[in-house]
């Protein structure tokens, strides 16, 4: 089974976290989720890299990295998942959504109403955890 590496921002400002709603995709199980905004890991790239390219190309957004936050490891019915994921702030608040559906601000206490991509479920557990 294929493996994929990616790095995801997890962006705060204040009390609210940057929830991204993926668009269609001929998978079901990720049409139309929701996740933290990232992507692959080119070759000769750093994780740190990575993580600014992708939210550049994704959102036109500027973003400082704040601190690691969590790793996941998750199988989904075609490809093995591992996603770091990293605490970031916004540089200023002007973003374009490129490629994604639409997007929300959400306090960590109502992240879980949201129809998360199921490898999100322990990054949005332990968001909520450290909130309390
Ligand atoms: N960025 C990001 N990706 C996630 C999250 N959760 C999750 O399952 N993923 C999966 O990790 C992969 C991210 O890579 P990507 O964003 O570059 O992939 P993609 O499918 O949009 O692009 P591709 O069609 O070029 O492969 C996708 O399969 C995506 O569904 C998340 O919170 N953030």
């Known amino acids: 089974m294929k493996t994929v590496e990616v790095v995801a921002a997890i962006i705060i400002n204040g009390d609210y976290i940057f929830c991204a709603q993926r668009n269609y995709n001929d998978k079901e199980y990720l ?6 905004p990232g992507g692959k890991i080119e070759q000769e790239e750093t994780y740190e890299q990575a993580l600014l390219r992708e939210i550049r190309e994704e959102l036109d957004w500027s973003i400082t990295i704040d601190e690691f936050f969590m790793s996941v490891d998750y199988t989904y019915p075609d490809f093995k998942l591992i996603m770091h994921t990293y605490l970031c702030s916004p540089v200023n608040e002007e973003f374009n ?4 559906a639409s997007f929300k601000w959400i306090k960590p206490a109502d992240l879980k109403y949201l129809n998360w991509a199921a490898a999100d479920i322990p990054i949005v557990d332990k968001l909520i955890k ?3």
């Open 31 to 36: 049409s139309y989720k929701f996740e933290f």
């Open 97 to 100: 959504l490129n490629e994604h």
């Open 130 to 132: 450290k909130s309390l």
